[in-house]
Each structure stands twice: as structure tokens, then as C-alpha cells.
């Protein structure tokens, strides 16, 4: 069983950063994991934001946050990181952690592909 852990989140003004952290445990040696962010604003449905590949390093991006956001793998450890630059209040959300096992073609960008998740973490950007 795969356990997500967020934590990192906050409240920034507009222009402002904040990085992101999900650790990942319950792993079987070797396993290969895709792992999202999604976030929820109120009143909203969940929506991906960003996505990696742990093997192939592979990254993908909403367009919204695209070269704002930058999400990478903490070395060797079992991390995914979302570091979150020029901050804006549309992205005030609760951000999710998601995963699923195995490597993709493409990046699934619906909440139904991904077993894991995490408790969220809520961030708040004021203008």
C-alpha cells in the first residue's frame, strides 16, 4: 500500500513562492511510480497541475502554471517536490498529491487514474 505525505503549503502574497513536498512510502523495491500534483479551488473540481515520471524523469504541465511550477524527484529519496514561483491568487487551492504505479506514454490528467493520494495542503495566495 502506498502512503502520501504533503506537506509545505501556506499562505504568500502575489508574486511570491512556495515549494510543495510529497513523500511516498509503502513501496515495493523497484516499483516505478507516476506522480501528479492536482489542486481544488472552492467550489471547484479537482484539476491536475503537473506530473512526473520517476524513471524516465519525465515532466508534464497545465498550461496555467507552466514555467512557474517546477516539479522534480528529491535525489534518491521517495520526494516529489512542486516548487511554485510568481504565485498568483487563482492558484489559491488545496493541492493533492497523486500517484500510480508503472510509467507512462502520457500523462493521465484525470483524478480516476491515480489509487494514491495524499491529505492535501492548503495554499492561499493574497493580491
Known amino acids: 500500500q502506498v502512503t502520501l505525505v504533503e506537506s509545505g503549503g501556506g499562505s504568500v502574497q502575489a508574486g511570491g513562492s512556495l515549494t510543495l513536498s510529497c513523500a511516498s512510502s509503502g513501496l515495493t523495491a523497484g516499483t516505478s511510480l507516476t506522480m501528479t500534483w492536482f489542486r481544488q479551488a472552492p467550489g471547484g473540481d479537482r484539476r491536475f497541475v503537473a506530473g512526473?515520471?520517476?524513471?524516465?524523469?519525465?515532466?508534464w504541465y497545465t498550461d496555467s502554471v507552466r514555467g512557474r511550477f517546477t516539479i522534480s524527484r528529491d535525489g534518491g529519496q521517495n520526494t516529489v517536490n512542486l516548487q511554485m514561483n510568481d504565485l498568483r491568487p487563482e492558484d489559491t487551492a488545496v493541492y493533492y498529491c497523486a500517484a500510480k504505479t508503472g510509467l507512462p506514454i502520457a500523462i493521465s490528467t484525470t483524478t480516476d487514474r491515480y489509487p494514491y493520494w495524499g491529505q492535501g495542503t492548503q495554499v492561499t495566495v493574497s493580491s
Open positions: 512526473f515520471s520517476w524513471n524516465g524523469d519525465r515532466t
